[in-house]
């Protein structure tokens, strides 16, 4: 059986961006390792933390910058994180200064809502009904 173990968000600097998921987003560094001009950098909830890390890979490949900003320009989250309750962290988040670009919206069985995670993403939490 396949499982999902890691999965990555680009960022355009791995100190801001670990500073924000931990910080902000409560995540906790899992696995930090100098990896030349870079990390292998992962954080993971703390609520199952041997479950799916998140790598905060750098962005330094060309193609990066283009994907990234054709996503945001969008609109486009580049990935989702579950919550229990979309409207409650959507005012914690902004409590600690998360800039939303689309506020808690329900969409029928989901209420998302969709936040700029400082390091060129935009990212959607979600919460089904």
């Known amino acids: 059986m396949i499982r999902i173990n890691l999965t990555s968000v680009l960022v355009d600097d791995q100190a801001k961006a670990l500073a924000f998921y931990t910080e902000k987003l409560g995540f906790v560094t899992k696995t930090d390792v100098p990896t030349g001009d870079a990390r292998w950098l992962t954080v993971v909830s703390p609520a199952a933390p041997d479950g799916v890390e998140l790598l ?21 989250p580049f990935t989702q994180f579950a919550v229990d309750d979309v409207h409650a962290e959507v005012e914690r988040l902004k409590g600690l200064g998360v800039q939303f670009t689309q506020d808690a919206t329900d969409l029928g069985p989901v209420v998302t809502a969709v936040f700029d995670d400082t390091c060129g993403n935009l990212i959607q939490i979600a919460a089904l009904k």
């Open 56 to 76: 905060l890979e750098p962005d330094g490949h060309p193609a990066a910058g283009t994907f990234k900003r054709a996503l945001a320009a969008d609109g486009i």
